[in-house]
């Protein structure tokens, strides 16, 4: 008789079928643990869906006894196990487990049974198999997560109708600590539109809050997910309906920077004026705050925007950006016709509240803008400009009330490129389908054509690279200094809570333990793009980077306050990640510091005739175009 540790160690082996025969046949263990994961070879050998070798230890009697016998770590049976890798023959192995007993509703460690790790693995003929077993669709995990509510977020409508069918609940579950979060607001937040068009023809409330007082189109346009947008709109959705803090579908994609979404719902009427909060934002304030600055394009040139639209203290939209320093907002506000004269309710116009604040070429910046006729705002009925505090005016001073009737009727005015650099880099990456939606849409509701905003200009983007070039060139030239400054760096910096990076889905997208982003300057992704991805990415955000200016003596204003993004080279599990945040970030510019052999091909083969690779759901293209000169 073998030593059953001897079978144990040759678990990885067990997948093939000749290995595992021998074994059996000298009489090894075939119930034996292996050292770590404490798992059987059955359950080992449908983790790999090998149907053969199942086949074979389900031939010997004594594995019988301990068919529902579960690993150490996870507490997985070997029905969960096979739910969970799927595989070609992962419904027949199931099958075979089942008629040798296997419990169908048997929980693991965090309380998924097999059922949900079927739901969520998107595997239709598995979710079949454990149903017509008698599975109960009704359970939920320890997180309060049930199986429907899984289904809802996967693009396979037939599990979801499966599960629904065999009676899991349409309404969300209410008891405590249960997942509340309702089956349609899921399904529209994942950008499932076969998913919801089946909830709502199943008689789900396109209009039904969730605890945060969101409608499913408030999901749909965080998520920015213009065809879920369209349905719901056309079964009869409120496209200005507001959450507990006032918050409007079209406000939630100001803030996300959803600018597809956003042109969605200004096409289908949504009021792009509604205040918010307790500041009373509208969604160009909105905007603004987020630096969501293609969302911006967007927002400003709709007609039915109010370029005027003022907050509880009177301020423009224009007056945060001056406040907030942001050159960008302020330039493409001026751009798209907003009054840098407007003053807010102390009188206080945007270049004297950036003056105030010491933001000395944001002042410079409205007061020398000179424009020829500006845009008239739009009447709102949420808003009314504040009157300024009026002084008596000098004798042979004309009033105010004069000055404005002398003044000539305002047009509506073409901005010349030469006021902003109109932008040339291409766009790295695109969701094709979101893009054939985003040029409908914009169309139908006359709002500007617009490329995707990567935020630099082709002057700024050749002078921070020739700020990234100056910082390595000086790294390779003496690598001790640098060497010993981060030394220094890392003795005197604060110790930062890295949670997210120590998480156990996120560790393995770590390319070292060290170098991890902390908690509170990470880079989030929006979940829904990609399946299977979380917020979480190896990247930080740094406002400023250190250096030189394009002086040489640190003056280069083209750069100063402009957020960069640095992030580890991107590994094979992490390149749909890493161009989901190209795209949700508007990176208009990769600039790799490692060398080729150091990182995984994250971009097309450039000696195709038409280079383009797709990423999880992205579609990465390379255009010809001018490149800045260094």
């Known amino acids: 008789m073998l030593d059953p540790m001897y079978f144990s160690a040759a678990h990885r082996l067990a997948r093939l079928l000749q290995t595992a025969r021998v074994l059996v046949h000298k009489g090894a263990d075939v119930n034996s643990i292996s050292v770590g994961r404490g798992q059987t070879p059955l359950q080992c050998a449908c983790n790999g869906g090998h149907l053969a070798v199942v086949q074979l230890l389900l031939g010997r009697p004594e594995i019988l006894n301990t068919i529902n016998a579960v690993s150490k770590r996870e507490h997985h049976s070997a029905l969960h196990c096979i739910a969970n890798a799927g595989g070609k023959d992962g419904h027949t192995i199931a099958a075979l487990l089942l008629r040798n007993g296997a419990i169908t509703d048997k929980r693991d460690r965090a309380g998924y049974t097999p059922l949900m790790y079927a739901a969520r693995q998107i595997n239709e003929v598995m979710v079949r198999v454990l149903l017509d077993a008698g599975a109960n669709p009704t359970l939920v995990n320890a997180e309060g997560v049930s199986v429907a509510q899984y289904a809802a977020a996967n693009p396979n409508p037939a599990v979801l109708l499966m599960?629904?069918?065999?009676?899991?609940?349409?309404?969300?579950?209410?008891?405590?600590?249960?997942?509340?979060?309702?089956?349609?607001?899921?399904?529209?937040?994942?950008?499932?539109?076969?998913?919801?068009?089946?909830?709502?023809k199943k008689g789900c409330r396109v209009n039904a809050a969730n605890p945060a007082g969101r409608s499913p189109l408030h999901s749909a346009a965080l998520g920015g997910h213009c065809n879920v947008i369209a349905i719901l709109a056309g079964a009869g959705a409120s496209l200005d309906a507001v959450d507990?803090?006032?918050?409007?579908?079209?406000?939630?994609?100001?803030?996300?920077?959803?600018a597809a979404a956003a042109t969605a719902l200004l096409g289908l009427g949504a009021d792009p004026d509604v205040p918010a909060g307790k500041k009373q934002l509208s969604a160009l304030h909105i905007a603004v705050a987020n630096a969501r600055y293609e969302t911006l394009r967007v927002l400003a040139s709709c007609p039915r925007t109010n370029l005027l639209a003022r907050d509880a203290t009177g301020r423009t939209a224009l007056h945060l950006a001056a406040v907030e320093n942001d050159l960008q907002a302020m330039q493409l506000l001026l751009q798209l016709g907003v009054d840098p004269l407007a003053v807010d309710s102390k009188g206080?116009?945007?270049?004297?509240?950036?003056?105030?604040?010491?933001?000395?070429?944001?002042?410079?910046?409205?007061?020398?803008?000179?424009?020829g006729t500006i845009r008239p705002p739009s009447t709102s009925p949420h808003q009314q400009p504040p009157q300024p505090p009026q002084s008596q005016p000098s004798a042979g001073q004309p009033t105010p009330n004069a000055q404005a009737a002398a003044a000539p009727a305002p047009?509506?005015?073409?901005?010349?490129?030469?006021?902003?650099?109109?932008?040339?880099?291409?766009?790295?990456?695109?969701?094709?389908?979101?893009?054939?939606?985003?040029?409908?849409?914009?169309?139908?509701?006359?709002?500007?054509?617009?490329?995707?905003?990567?935020?630099?200009?082709?002057?700024?983007?050749?002078?921070?690279l020739r700020l990234l070039q100056r910082v390595v060139a000086a790294a390779e030239a003496d690598p001790q200094i640098y060497a010993q400054q981060l030394r220094e760096i890392d003795a005197a910096s604060p110790k930062l809570l890295t949670r997210a990076a120590r998480e156990t889905a996120n560790v393995a997208k770590n390319r070292s333990r060290v170098f991890v982003p902390a908690d509170d300057s990470r880079v989030m992704l929006s979940e829904?793009?990609?399946?299977?991805?979380?917020?979480?990415?190896?990247?930080?955000?740094?406002?400023?980077?250190?250096?030189?200016?394009?002086d040489g003596k640190g003056s280069d204003t083209a750069t100063a306050g402009t957020p960069y993004i640095v992030c580890q080279a991107p590994t094979t599990q992490t390149v749909p990640a890493f161009w989901q945040m190209v795209w949700e970030q508007n990176v208009g510019v990769v600039v790799m510091l490692c060398s080729l052999g150091e990182t995984h091909r994250y971009w097309p083969e450039m000696a195709d005739p038409t280079p383009e690779a797709i990423f999880g759901d992205f579609t990465v293209e390379v255009h010809p175009h001018a490149t800045p000169r260094l």
Do not use: W
Not at 436 to 448: F, I, K, S, Y
Not at 528 to 550: C, E, K, M, T, V
């Open 528 to 550: 829904g793009y990609n399946p299977g991805i979380n917020d979480y990415i190896n990247a930080s955000f740094i406002h400023r980077l250190p250096g030189g200016g394009s």
């Open 163 to 200: 599960v629904i069918g065999a009676g899991a609940p349409l309404t969300a579950p209410t008891a405590k600590g249960l997942n509340p979060m309702p089956l349609l607001h899921i399904a529209a937040r994942s950008g499932r539109p076969q998913n919801v068009t089946l909830l709502a």
């Open 244 to 258: 507990r803090e006032n918050m409007t579908a079209l406000a939630c994609a100001a803030e996300m920077g959803r």
């Open 348 to 371: 206080k116009s945007a270049a004297q509240l950036a003056q105030a604040k010491g933001h000395t070429e944001a002042a410079g910046l409205i007061s020398a803008f000179r424009p």
């Open 411 to 464: 047009k509506m005015r073409t901005v010349a490129a030469a006021v902003i650099p109109p932008v040339v880099l291409p766009p790295l990456v695109r969701d094709t389908a979101e893009l054939r939606d985003t040029a409908e849409l914009r169309a139908e509701c006359g709002v500007n054509s617009i490329t995707q905003e990567p935020g630099l200009s082709p002057q700024v983007a050749a002078s921070q």
